[in-house]
């Protein structure tokens, strides 16, 4: 129990007093029984605000949360008590969460309960914990301040943006793909499985025309394909230290993974079964299956996935990927490379291109364009900018040598991750590459 500023005012009042009584008689003897009254009132208040009835708290919250995005949090408190309660509660969030509206300010009537709200804003994946609230309560004559803590331990899941995926979904959902920069190929009945027979429109190939069933109907009949189903694509996830780089606030890690979701969502509505392996520290497998909500399977697998001080070990992770997966994949690097693992990188891409189609997804860091973007207008601009420009050149020449190993490689900044492996999977759908 801690004095609040009334108490402190009535004493001073109390002091204000005895120095009257010094040119008062009155007020001289009127202030022992003023000292007396003060002080009993005090150890009165003191004593009905140690006894801190048993307040009841439950935290109103959802326990799936997106990254980055401000969720409503209500925190709700009953008083079975006999007076009114003043109170200013601050929740214990999670430290990674930020907060706003905390602590909050309550009055609690006796024997009823009364609600608070406030926001709260992950800004990392995975598991936490609420584990309680602190309070600070004044006692029935705002005198005493006391502080006690009342446990309610509520678990959330932090997943990746949902919301933003979501959206890419729905483009996906209502064939509206090319908003988002998706190219998708106009084809006429062409592909690489059967689907059906239907009358001839005027465009189709004459090499559609099934003649058997146009003599059988005495009009012609065409033959239309669909690009083939019951393909596998697996992601092969590095998770190690390059991964940890942040762009706007966000790890190459996390827009990674929001790519790898918006392409899983593609690529079980084509048909597809989708998988993943993580590397670059503790692995993490998921076999590839094909279902209805591939999507939120696989929010269940990678939401708590973070990056470690760990490197990347190529070649490691693709000897550990040939023997699960042993039919032919398309088969999805998203990493973050440099020179010194070129040479690891290229053992890899050997050992994964015999078996699978393979394609390199490699980030790079979007201030190398932003440097070779600036005006050169002194000495150190000059060497900045060629530092650079023989960095991306190098780059490059490997990524060159890749492809020479059976790698489709791509170069591109963390944006422009989402739409460009969309575009690449479609574009290999319709070759019938796979």
């Known amino acids: 129990m801690t004095p ?3 108490l402190l005012w009535l004493f001073g009042a109390l002091i204000a007093l005895a120095l009257g009584g010094l040119f008062l008689p009155l007020i001289e003897a009127l202030w022992p029984l003023a000292a007396s009254g003060a002080t009993a009132l005090a150890l009165a208040d003191y004593l009905l605000g140690r006894r801190v009835p048993n307040l009841q708290l439950t935290r109103e919250l959802r326990h799936s949360l997106p990254v980055g995005v401000w969720s409503r949090v209500g925190v709700r408190i009953e008083n079975p008590g006999a007076w009114a309660l003043d109170i200013l509660l601050h929740d214990h969030h999670p430290n990674s969460f930020e907060s706003e ?5 309550l009055r609690l009537p006796p024997g009823r309960a009364a609600r608070v709200g406030y926001r709260v804003r992950p800004r990392q994946r995975g598991d936490a914990e609420f584990p309680g609230a602190d309070l600070l309560l004044l006692s029935p004559l705002t005198l005493w301040r006391k502080r006690c803590f009342l446990a309610q331990p509520d678990r959330v899941k932090v997943f990746p943006n949902f919301r933003e995926i979501s959206h890419y979904a729905l483009l996906a959902t209502d064939n509206h793909l090319s908003r988002m920069g998706v190219r998708r190929k106009q084809r006429r009945g062409e592909g690489n499985d059967f689907h059906q027979l239907r009358e001839y429109r005027a465009g189709d190939a004459l090499r559609q025309i099934d003649w058997k069933a ?5 009009k012609l009949i065409s033959k239309e394909y669909q690009d083939e ?8 996830l590095d998770r190690g230290r390059r991964m940890r780089h942040e762009e706007g606030g966000r790890a190459h890690l996390d827009q990674a993974l929001n790519a790898m979701l918006l392409l899983a969502y593609v690529a079980a509505r084509q048909g597809d ?6 590397f670059g520290g503790e692995r993490r497998w998921y076999p590839p299956r094909k279902q209805g909500d591939v999507v939120r399977e696989l929010l269940g697998q990678i939401y708590d996935l973070q990056s470690t001080s760990e490197a990347a070990d190529y070649l490691m992770a693709a000897k550990e990927l040939i023997p699960r997966q042993r039919r032919r994949a398309l088969v999805i690097l998203l990493t973050n490379t440099r020179d010194e693992d070129q ?8 050992l994964l291109a015999a078996r699978h189609l393979l394609v390199l997804a490699d980030l790079r860091e979007s201030l190398l364009d932003e440097v070779r973007r600036e005006r050169v207008h002194d000495f150190d601009s000059a060497l900045r900018f060629h530092a650079v420009n023989d960095y991306l050149a190098e780059r490059s020449h490997n990524h060159d040598l890749l492809r020479h190993h059976g790698a489709i490689a791509l170069d591109l900044t963390a944006p ?9 999977y479609l574009g290999i759908k319709a070759s019938g590459r796979l």
């Open 4 to 6: 609040t500023g009334h």
């Open 101 to 105: 509206a905390l602590p909050a300010r």
């Open 214 to 218: 146009t003599s059988r109907t005495q």
């Open 229 to 236: 189903r019951d393909q596998q694509v697996l992601f092969l």
């Open 273 to 278: 079964a989708v998988g993943f392996m993580a």
């Open 343 to 350: 040479e690891e990188l290229r053992q890899a891409v050997k």
């Open 416 to 424: 422009q991750l989402p739409t460009a492996l969309v575009n690449q």
